[in-house]
């Protein structure tokens, strides 16, 4: 699926719909990711990534969770497209978020492989797989592109926002791409210690959380 693709599909829906969809991706995600890590068996935050939920017997659930907040991301991605005042990040902040929605579809297809002691029943605790499969490594291209999307995406808005006059807006979008940058560096160099780890699950929200504030403030500046 692509963004021009959807766009097609969504031209007869109102861009208030599309920006609602956006705007409950981040919090459906993460309630739903939350909850799982809550009650699935040896799942534990401090040593496993939200994708690792994708495995076991009801990876189903997180595969269905990347699938539908993905396509909710696009759908925002297209409402900002449409219902930003033409400027500085207009067109290529709703590409940038639309980038990360698509990621999250990769990343139902691609799953992350199992590891560190989760799923309990294929992965003795404290271990990894022996090697990373196509789909393990399919799944960490999808994330990456996904994740510098959405921080560029941080960036392209506050730049923005700095034009519009709005330092606060501007500030906090800088703060959250330098944050979320961090921590996925952090991740990325293969030493995911339980502060790293929770670290990169709190950006991960903060950066969402973001795109929640901004779809938003689109709507109600379009009212």
């Not at 139902?108 to 605790?125: E, L, Q």
Request: with cysteine.
């Amino acid at each position: 699926m692509t963004i021009a693709a959807t766009r097609t599909t969504t031209s007869a829906v109102p861009a208030r719909a599309l920006l609602a969809a956006g705007a409950v991706s981040g919090p459906l995600y993460f309630l739903i990711s939350l909850t799982q890590a809550a009650v699935r068996d040896g799942f534990d935050p401090a040593k496993h990534p939200a994708s690792m939920l994708s495995n076991g017997d009801a990876g189903w659930i997180q595969v269905t969770n990347f699938l539908v907040t993905g396509v909710l991301m696009i759908a925002g991605a297209i409402g900002l497209s449409r219902t930003l005042e033409p400027g500085r990040g207009s067109t290529w902040g709703p590409r940038l978020l639309g980038v990360f929605g698509v990621s999250l579809l990769f990343a139902a297809v691609f799953k992350a492989d199992p590891g560190n002691g989760f799923p309990v029943d294929t992965s003795p605790v404290g271990t990894g797989p022996a090697t990373v499969s196509t789909a393990g490594i399919l799944h960490m291209a999808a994330g990456s592109v996904g994740f510098l999307s959405l921080i560029i995406a941080t960036f392209v808005f506050a730049s923005r926002f700095s034009r519009e006059g709005h330092r606060g807006w501007a500030v906090c979008s800088r703060a959250t791409g330098i944050a979320f940058f961090a921590s996925f560096a952090g991740i990325s160099s293969g030493n995911a210690n339980a502060v790293v780890m929770l670290a990169f699950w709190a950006t991960v929200m903060l950066a969402w959380g973001w795109v929640t504030a901004v779809v938003l403030r689109t709507a109600r500046e379009s009212r």
